[in-house]
Structures are given as C-alpha cells and as structure tokens.
C-alpha cells in the first residue's frame, strides 16, 4: 500500500492553469474525496498522480519516491476514467481480464478465470461476462470499468467519478461496497465526484478544489462545520447554505466585520409567532416543497430569498408570517473568508 | 476525413416513389459501368475471328482459344507435321493445331502475374505499415512543425507521379533499382504513404486516447497498448486504406511500362503485349484482364465486411 504526496504541483495547457500550485498528501490507506465544480482540475489531478501528464512545476511522490521518471505501468495505480472508456472490440470478459494479462503480470487462466469471475459478481455483472463492452448500458460499462480496477491490487485507486451514471439504489449499494473493499484492503484511494452524500459518507478527507487550487483539506466534519470560506461552505449540504447579507438580518446580533451570514438549515429557527420579539426577523412562506419526511420551505426576508426544511407537523401555508432566528451560523467577511464566531 | 458524425440520420424516411427511382438509377449506373467489363470477359471466351468481327457478335460459340493463348506460346507448323505428332493431348493443343500451330512452351502471364501480386501486397503492407506508425505519431505526439510535415508528405499527391518519372528513372538505373521487385515495391509504396498517413490519421484521432492510457495505467508500455488497443480498433481504417493502396499499386500502368521490362514487368504493362497472328490477340487479352481482376475483387470484398464494422461504436460516453 501507498502514500501519495504533491508539492506545489502545477500544470497549464496552454493558457489554462488545469491544477494551480497544489500540496497533499493521501496517507496510506486513507480515502480522500475531491470536490469541486466542473472544470477545477478534479480529473487533471489525477492524471499527474497516474503519469498521464507531467507537472509545469512542482514533484509528485509515490511511497516516498520521486515519480517523475515513472511510467504510468510502473506506478502502481489502478485509474477509473470519467468517460469509462471500454474497450470496445473485447468482451466484457476481456476487458476485465485485461489488466490482468499484461506482461507485467503474466498470471495464468485459471487465476485470471477466478478473479474476473469474483469481481463481475460483486459488481453484478456476471450475466454479461459474454456481452460485447459496446452491448451495455451506461451503468453496467461504468461497473466494468470499476471491475477493471478492482482485479487488481494496486497500491493507489484513482476514481474519476466512478458512480455518476447508477441509479440511487445501485450507487447507494456500490457506495458501501466500494467502502467496504477500500477498508478491506486498507488500500489508498483518491476519488472524485459531485455527489454530496458519497464525499460525506466515504472520505477520510475532503478536499475541495476551486479553479486548480486546493482550497481546503479536511475531515467532511471539519468541511461541513468549519469551511475556510463562502465557497467551500457552498460545496456541501442540502438544501445549500443560505447565504443572506447583513441587511436582511438587521436585529440580530451580529460580530463585527461581518457582511454575510452563512445559515445551514440547522441554523435556522422558526417560530409561528411573528412580532417584535428581539434576536427575530420577520419572514413570509413564499413556497412548501413535501418531500415526505420533512419539507422544503421557501421564505422570504423582505427582498432575500431562504430555503430550510421544516418538520411537516408544523402545518404552515403559503402566506404565513413566521419569525425567524439563527444559531450559531457562519460569518464571513467582505472577502468571503470566514470570520469565527 | 472528416470527424465523422455518428448521428446523421436523416429524420424523413423516403417515400415510396422516391425510394424506386433512386434504386432505378443506381442499378442503371452499375449496368452501364459494368457494360466494358461484360464486353471484356465475353471476348476471353470468343475466338479471335469473333472477336473482331464486325458487327460486333454478342452471341458466340464460346472457345477456350483466349485462356489457351494467353497462358502458351505457339509456333506455326506444315499440316503434315502436325499430322505425324499423334492425338492433340488436352483441350489447348487441339484448339492451337486447328490454327495449325503447336504450343512451343508456356507464355509470361503467370510470371507477371506473380510479380503484381508481390508488388500490389509488399507496397501495400509496407506504405499502411509506415502509415500507421506515423499516423499514430502526427495523432498522438507533439511534433514540431507537425502540421508543416503532413502538408509536405500531402504535397508529394499534387502532382501527378509520373511527372518525375524520368528523375525516378534515372536514378533507378544508378541505383540498380531497375526492373527489380523491390525498386517498384519502394515507388509505390512512396507513392501511397502519404495517402495512408492522413486517411490513418482521421482514423487514429477518432479513436480516444483512453483506450491506450487506460492499458498502460494497467501495465502495458506504449508499444503493447498499440497492438492490443488501438490497431484493432483502427482495423476499419486500416482496411480502407489497404484497399486504396492496393487498387494503385494493382492497377499502375505509366510507372510499370517506364521501369519493368523484363524480371519485374507487372502483369498490366504485360496484358496489351500479347500478339496473335497479324494483330491483337484480343480474346488473350480479355482472359488476361479477366484474371487479373480476380485478385482485387477478392481483396476488396474480404476487407468490404471489415469497413462496414463500426466498431468504436458507442463504447466512450461523450
Ligand atoms: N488536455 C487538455 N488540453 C487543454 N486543456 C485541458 C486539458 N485537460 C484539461 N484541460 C483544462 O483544464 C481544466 C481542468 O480540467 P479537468 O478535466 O481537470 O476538470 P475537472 O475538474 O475534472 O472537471 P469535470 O468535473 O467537468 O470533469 C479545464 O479548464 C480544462 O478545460
Ligand atoms: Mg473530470
């Protein structure tokens, strides 16, 4: 197994710097998650670690060691493409037996037979060892392509959002099952995707990236409660941080310098009672979503818009005039950066 | 090539009518190209007086005299000799002694013939070969001054070849070039690489760099990912480009008279040169061409199957 280290890593194509001066270490056995909108360098990131690109500036380490002169056959690593790209004149049975057949490896049939049988099982697949890759849906390629990294034991998996095209439950199922083979093998996994829960549920660490910059590293405890900034603070929870301007909550008490309140859903109190009662402002259900378990409730601070769930037993129409307050939420300055309570 | 586009499906199915008279026409242009080759095949089984009787004698008795013609030389005997020889042994000897001739031995067809085919294959194979590899280069690495190399290895299409066909000569004769398998080998294998790079290279763009990134991430070196990725999936290219290849380096008159003379002749430079008996042995030559368009015909349909194989199809969520 294996430790992954960048320092100060850049790469530009051209004008566009894809991954700006990164630092971070994926410790052994450690599961880092990267988030970060589309275009941030999620996907460059990984190719630096893999060989498939070298940096501008700045070293990459694997276990310790320079990997600049590395091949990406020599790295170790097991990669999961965006564009899961199969291939498409083998079978599904080949594909998964492919890595396992390079002359690096040289294992014989019947341990190639039994370990692309143990893997399409656990990705439940093995109905479809004798399809053609092309004859697959989206979701059964994206689960070959998974299975072509999991035949092997490399020291570091590379995901480049491997569940993107599973419906819920499957990638609910294979979120665990991914979580259970990383602990299994304590193997070292960078993993990037947009979904919310997985980052949560999955990583040691998130780290969040923004135009190639590393912006924050941290626990998804440490990410959720205690962003750096507005935008990390945007990069997680559902319904998204309401962010409102100091205005809309004149009579609250604020710290000073601060010119947004960043509110969580939990940070939001309602109460039925409107009025003048101090630590309160006023706000005005403008929409009710019903989600089942709980609903989405959309309210309106004078011109400023909030969302934040509320239980359904507090039986609220469209109209009502409610009071609100916050507790403990997240201050930022001007700057965006936030401002501790 | 363009980077062809997988979705072009027109959305109006063609009616009817519409459907009948587009058929109508193709199958009217097929007939009417196929007319000289039906005319050519039908004199390989006429006698020579048939075949230049006038008018023009679409019905015939058909006779083997052509392919006997073509594949023998005769000399001309007295009737009495022939008379001494004893029973005609097989179909040719009898045809021949009705022209009061006796076959004196076998004629160059299937020599020439021989040397089309190593010629057509080896420059083949060679110039899709070279083509490949150096499409693979132009599509895959940064080369300096890429685009001004591939504009040169185009420009050597704009003029016509046989332009330099006195230079080439020239230097073929100080070379030791002349008349040799090899020397026409090199010409058209020079002749068809630059076709070969940059109908390759469209092809090669078109199939992603994932496929071969995937399988050196999973332990092959770039050589292997070659073989095992990417030329199977440019097999349709490869087929198309061979078959481009092959229906020139077949087919290539001006060169083949200008260099080959003997060893070397090809077979079409070989085919106007059968002489009968005061003029053109036209039913030799229309068996000679016949035949000699077996081996292309064979060629291109075996491969046909090949490019109609879409095989990239759909595996890469764009
Ligand atoms: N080969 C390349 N040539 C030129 N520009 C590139 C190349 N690869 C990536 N880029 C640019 O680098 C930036 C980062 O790209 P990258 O693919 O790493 O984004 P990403 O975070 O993976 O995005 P997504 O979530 O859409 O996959 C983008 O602006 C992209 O246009
Ligand atoms: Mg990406």
């Known amino acids: 197994m294996a430790e992954v280290r960048l320092e100060s890593v850049t790469k ?33 990131t990984l190719r630096l670690i893999a060989g498939l690109e070298s940096p501008n500036v700045g070293r990459v380490f694997l276990n310790g060691r320079d990997a600049a002169r590395l091949s990406p056959a020599e790295r170790d690593v097991a990669f999961v493409f965006q564009q899961y790209s199969l291939y498409p004149h083998l079978s599904v049975f080949e594909n998964l037996a492919f890595p396992l057949r390079s002359p690096a490896r040289r294992l014989d049939e019947a341990t190639i037979k039994a370990t692309v049988e143990r893997v399409a099982a656990m990705l439940r697949i093995e109905q479809k060892l004798q399809n053609r890759a092309t004859r697959l849906s989206g979701g059964e ?56 829960i997985e980052a949560m549920t999955m990583a040691t660490r998130i780290g969040v990236l923004d135009r190639g910059r590393l912006v924050q590293i941290g626990t998804p405890r440490e990410i959720y409660e205690s962003p750096r900034n507005i935008y990390v603070a945007t990069r997680l929870g559902m319904p998204s ?32 009672e409107s009025g003048g009662q101090s630590g309160q402002v006023a706000a005005r259900v403008e929409w009710i979503e019903h989600l089942g378990d709980q609903n989405h409730l959309h309210l309106a601070l004078g011109e400023h818009r909030l969302v934040t769930l509320v239980n359904p037993d507090m039986r609220l129409a469209v109209g009502d005039e409610l009071g609100l307050s916050l507790r403990s939420p997240l201050y930022f300055d001007a700057a965006g950066e936030r401002i501790a309570a | 090539m363009s980077g062809a586009s997988t979705t072009a499906h027109s959305v109006v199915e063609p009616s009817g009518t519409s459907k009948r008279i587009a058929g109508f026409l193709v199958i009217l242009y097929a ?20 075949s230049i009787s006038y008018p023009p004698k679409v019905v015939f008795e058909p006779s083997l005299e052509g392919y006997c013609n073509l594949f023998t030389t005769r000399t001309r005997q007295t009737a009495a000799y022939i ?91 100080e070379l030791g070039l002349s008349d040799s398998a090899l020397g026409m080998i090199l010409l058209y294998t020079a002749v068809n690489v630059s076709l070969a790079v940059w109908l390759l290279k469209g092809f090669i763009d078109e199939i992603p760099r994932e496929y071969e990134e995937a399988a050196m991430i999973d332990g092959y070196t770039r050589l292997h990912a070659f073989f095992k990725v990417v030329l199977p999936q440019a097999a349709t290219g490869i087929a198309a480009t061979a078959i481009f290849c092959m229906i020139f380096a077949w087919n290539e008159y001006a060169f ?3 260099l080959t003379s003997g060893q070397a002749q090809t077979a079409p430079p070989f085919i106007p040169t059968i002489i009968g008996e005061g003029g053109m042995d036209w039913p030799a030559v229309g068996a000679g061409t016949t035949l000699f368009l077996i081996p292309i015909v064979v060629f291109t349909v075996l491969l046909r199957k090949h ?12």
Request: glycine share 8%.
């Open chain 1, 12 to 44: 530009r194509f051209g004008d566009v710097v894809a991954v700006d001066g990164i630092d971070l270490t994926v410790a052994d056995g450690e599961f880092v998650v990267l988030l970060g909108p589309t275009g941030a360098g999620k996907t460059t």
């Open chain 1, 141 to 196: 390629m994206q689960r070959v392509a998974i299975g072509r990294a999991l035949v092997r034991s490399p020291s570091i998996y590379l995901m480049d959002e491997p569940l993107s095209s599973l419906d819920a439950k499957l990638r609910s199922d294979m979120r665990l099952e991914l979580q259970h083979i990383q602990r299994d093998l304590g193997a070292t996994m960078l993993y990037v995707t947009h979904d919310q």
């Open chain 1, 241 to 272: 941080i309401n962010l409102l301007p100091t205005e809309a909550l004149a009579g609250l008490p604020l710290p000073p310098g601060v010119t947004t309140v960043g509110a969580r859903t939990e940070h939001v109190v309602v109460e039925r």
């Open chain 2, 31 to 50: 007939v009417v190209s196929m007319i000289p080759l039906a005319w050519i095949f039908a004199t390989g089984w006429k006698t020579p007086p048939d």
């Open chain 2, 83 to 173: 008379e001494e020889l004893g029973p005609p042994q097989g179909e040719c000897d009898e045809v021949t002694r009705r022209r009061e001739m006796v076959i004196a031995g076998s004629s160059n067809y299937v020599p020439r013939f021989i040397n089309s085919l190593v010629i057509a294959f080896g420059s083949t194979f060679l110039a899709v070969s070279l083509g490949v590899f150096s499409a693979y280069a132009f599509s895959r690495f940064k080369i300096p001054l890429a685009d001004d190399l591939l504009f040169f290895i185009l420009s050597t299409r704009m003029m016509p070849p046989i332009a330099v066909a006195i230079p080439i000569y020239l230097m073929y004769r």
């Open chain 2, 256 to 258: 083949a008279v200008l």
């Open chain 2, 307 to 318: 490019l109609l194989r879409g095989i990239t199809f759909g595996a890469v969520r764009k």
